[in-house]
């Protein structure tokens, strides 16, 4: 899982959504995986894989623009692909590419800002109306 900072450069402004944190623990949670590497660069190296012995290099269907282009993953996935350990994941179930998840938080906005208007609404008349209770 590559460092904040790297996809940054890689991705724009804006990205990633998801922390280091988040995104490490997010890919930890797929039932195929092992080990997280954290902090990797954004190039797959010969002696990345050596030194921690990777088996194999994954990625999904979903390419998302980068500033350099398509170029940005061929050089990314280069030494992978060249010694045969690169495999691309081409099923999936639904859709949850960055984009598709930005758009339907996007599109929940002003309903969840409406929950969240009426809690807020609930919580004051809360605090308005509460009263002191004696023990007895």
């Known amino acids: 899982v590559h460092q904040d900072s790297v996809v940054g450069e890689s991705k724009g402004r804006g990205r990633p959504v998801l922390g280091l944190w988040e995104r490490s623990l997010s890919v930890l949670a797929c039932r195929h995986v092992d080990d997280v590497v954290l902090g990797a660069p954004w190039e797959v190296t010969r002696d990345m894989i050596k030194t921690f012995n990777i088996q194999l290099v994954v990625h999904g269907p979903v390419y998302s623009a980068t500033t350099g282009g398509p ?48 809690k807020a609404g609930q919580e004051a008349l809360y605090y308005q109306q509460r009263s002191f209770v004696p023990e007895a």
Do not use: N, P, T
């Not at 280069?78 to 960055?98: I, N, Q, T």
């Open 71 to 118: 170029a940005d993953y061929d050089r990314s996935y280069r030494v992978a692909k060249e010694l045969g350990m690169f495999r691309e994941v081409s099923e999936r179930a639904w859709d949850l590419s960055l984009d598709v998840l930005i758009q339907r938080v996007a599109a929940e906005r002003s309903s969840m800002a409406a929950k969240h208007a009426r």
